[in-house]
Structure formats: C-alpha cells, structure tokens
C-alpha cells in the first residue's frame, strides 16, 4: 500500500522550505526598495501556511518510503513546486497569465532557461533573483536538496534519490544518501562561491555575479541581461565557460579530487571524451568562423568556445546568434541539443555517457558478426557493463526521440513552423534553453501558442527526470495492489 500521508508530509515540508527561499528574495527586494516586495512575502506566506498545515496534518505517518512513493513524490514535486513557484510572477504582475508563469517556473527548476519574458532588464531585482533562485533549486534536484534538509528521511532517501537520478554513473560517494546529499551540496556551493568571486573580479556586479553563478552552475540559463552574456568583457565569458565545463562534470569526480584522487578525474572515460567532443566541435566552428564568415581567431574560438560548452552543458546561455552562422553549423548546433554533458552533473539531455555505451555497442555488434560463438563483454571504465543496462540505454535513446518526434508533430499542428518545432522541442527536452528557429538564442518562448507552452512544459519535465520516472506513473502495473 502507498504511504499517502507520508507523501503529503513531505511535500508539507518542501513548501515550507521554498517559503524560506521566498523569504530571502524578498529581502532582496526590500534591499533594493523595489515594488514586487509584497508579492513574495504573500507567496512565503500561502507556501509556509500550506506547507505548514500539510506537515502538521500528516506528521505521524511514519518513515516507509518504497520505489513508488519515491517516483510519486519526485514528479509530484516538481509539479506543485512550479504551480507554487508562480505565485511571485503572478501577485507581483511581471509575468501575467497562469501559463507563461507556470512555464517560466518549470523551466527555472528544471534549469532549461527557456523564457517568456521580452524584457529582462525592467524585472525588479527580487524577482530576478527569484528566477535565479528556482535554478538554484533545481540545480541539484529539489528532492536531493529535501534530504540533505530534512533527516527523517533516512534509509528511504535513497529511493528518491534513485528516482531523481536515473542516469549512470560509475562513481559513487557515500551509501548514506544524506550524507551523499550533503557533499553533493557543499561541492555545489563551493563552485558558486568560486565562480562569484572570479566574476566580481571582473567587474560584475555581485547581485548579476551570483545570479549568474547561480545560473551556471545549475546548468541554468537564465540571465540578468537581455542580451545574456553577450554584453560582457571577454575575461567574463571564459570564467563562465570553465565553470560550464565544470557544472558539466560529474560531481561525484570533484568529491575524489577534494580527497586528492586527482587520477580519478583524468582515468575517467566518460570525462575523457566529454572533453573531446567541445575540443573538437569547438575547433570546427571557429576554423569555420574565421575562414568563412572571416571573424578574427580570438573572438572566433571565444565565441565557438562558448556556444559549444553552452549547448553541450545544457546551460543555455549565449554571446552569438549562431542561427546568423553558416548553415551547416546551424545544423551542428541543432545535434548539440541532443548531446548532454557527464552522468552525475546537473545538465540535462541524454548525457556521454548514453551515447558513449550505445557507440561501443554498435562496435562490438561488428565483432560479434564476425565472431558470433565469442563472448565480447562491453567494458566501461574496466568494469563490465551488464546487458540490462545496456537494453535500458537503447531504451531510453529510443524513447527519448520518439518523445522528441511527438513533440514537434504537436507543435507543428499548433501552428509551428517545422525548425521552431523541433528547436523548441529538443531544447526543451534537454534542458537547454535556446533552439533554432524562431526560438534561437537572439529570442524567447512567447510567441509559443498557450497550448504549445504546455507541451514544452512537459517535455522540461520529462527530460528532467529522465522520461522513465515520470511515465512509469502512467502504467497501469505501477498502480496495482496499492
């Protein structure tokens, strides 16, 4: 049987902590003598009363947490966090309508970085600060940060844990989940604490430095500037791409170089060839920058550097329209949406290491042609990767693009054009931001029809968490004897 209560308990709890992240933007709003005070300290409020009652109501419903309450409870959350996370843009009137905020919130907490906001720059800094916020948030995952917050979640953390993250990782920290939790958090925060100071040195102000920082690490997007990071001096966009690369990373690789194992970094394969792929795609677009549409060679390679590492990372953030370049790097672009950085970051998309098993599959299929009475295991890391996980990688690459197809079917039948469709879908999916079409770099969401919004809504969700955890709730076997 589902443990209800429990689930309510703990979504009591989650609203009371976004109360306090609330609380926080709007002490930034007072700071800045700004008129969207009320709006969050109203939202605190509505999300501290709820909350509150839900975790009083429920608080004797014991600790049991199976597989399934651990799936309800991650995509529930993400569900009620963005339906709550709104309510700042909807009292405070910056973005009004129930759909654009409700997309502008998912995509904060799913750290897409897509938006629907035409003119950045006029928000108040307290709802900038917001927007930022929900990055940070989701960044690492509300129900990772839930358990690092919340110690009633002992053993049973671990399923939720499982549920959030579904992507594979050979690197594993702590078989305690809080404490993973709490180191996952510390290393996060220590990147957004280095990252803001290198920006201050710059000379970025410390509010855009740390929502900014905020942004990258989380793999995010949204920025204080409309014109995103195009507007700053080049020393600022190559701090931004190192920590990119760095958000992009598996976490889990930063905790063994705290403790000295640096050799774990660079043995790593799947960081390896992380690696590879910006070194080399970046060296494509900037020899053709400078050959064909005849850029300088410093500008060329930041510029390339930027887009690619961006686009890879799932971080959405730009400096160039690359829509305006060549056609063909519009098109290499486009690929990058569907690439995803390292397992165990906070990017989005189906990550290098999907892409890395499912290359060296197909290999070994020729070999296995050739030998088909030979016993030709696929090794990762010199570890045997099991055929299960294997089928699941296939599984998942699969429905993942035929999730993607569906989208842009739908969009197009809402009346949009075929490269707006598919930008918008992919971007979405991967978590990214920015498409082709008339959803590129240079652009945002808006123009998106209200019922499209919706779609793309889902699709930020279910490349979030991975499509499995969100549609194994829609299989009638799920539901069975509860």
Known sequence: MLNYRFIGKVLGHIL???????????????????????????????????????????????????????????????????????????????????????????????????????????????????????????????????????????????????????????????????????????????????????????????????????????????????????????????????????????????YFVWKGKVNKLFSNREFRVYLVVIAVVSAIVSITLVFLDHHNWESSVRVAFFQVVSLVTSTGFATADYTAWHPYLTYLMFLLLFSGACAGSTSGGIKIMRHSILFRNTILEFKRMVHPHAVIPLKVQDRTVAPDIVYKVMAFVILYLTIFSMGTFVLTFLGMDMDSAMGAAATTMGGIGPGIGSVGPVDNFSAVPEAGKWVLSSLMLLGRLELFTVLILFSPGFWKNI
């Open 16 to 254: 009371v902590a976004l109360s306090m992240f609330m609380l926080v933007c709007a002490g930034v709003a007072f700071y800045y003598q700004e008129n969207d005070l009320n709006a969050h300290l109203l939202s605190a409020l509505i999300c501290l009363l709820l909350g509150g009652m839900a975790s009083w109501l429920w608080r004797n419903s014991g600790h049991e947490l199976g597989r399934r309450e651990g799936f309800i409870i991650v995509t529930i959350v993400w569900v009620i966090m963005s339906v709550f996370g709104s309510l700042p843009y909807l009292i405070s009137g910056t973005i009004p309508g129930f759909t654009n905020a409700f997309f502008e919130t998912i995509s904060g907490f799913t750290t897409t970085g897509a938006s629907v906001v035409a003119d950045i720059e006029a928000l108040p800094h307290g709802i900038l600060f917001w927007r930022s916020t929900t990055h940070l948030i989701g960044g690492m995952g509300i129900v990772v940060l839930a358990v690092a917050i919340l110690p009633y979640f002992g053993f049973g953390g671990m399923s939720l844990y499982n549920a959030e993250a579904a992507g594979i990782s050979n690197e594993k920290l702590h078989p305690r989940m809080k404490q993973t939790a709490n180191i996952l958090w510390r290393i996060y925060l220590v990147l957004i604490l280095l990252e803001t100071v290198f920006l201050v040195a710059g000379d970025m102000p410390l509010f855009d430095a740390l929502c900014h920082s905020f942004a990258t690490i989380a793999s995010g997007g949204f920025s204080t500037q409309n014109d995103s990071i195009a507007g700053y001096s080049p020393y600022i966009q190559y701090v931004i791409i190192l920590f990119m690369i760095f958000a992009g990373t598996n976490f889990a690789l930063f």
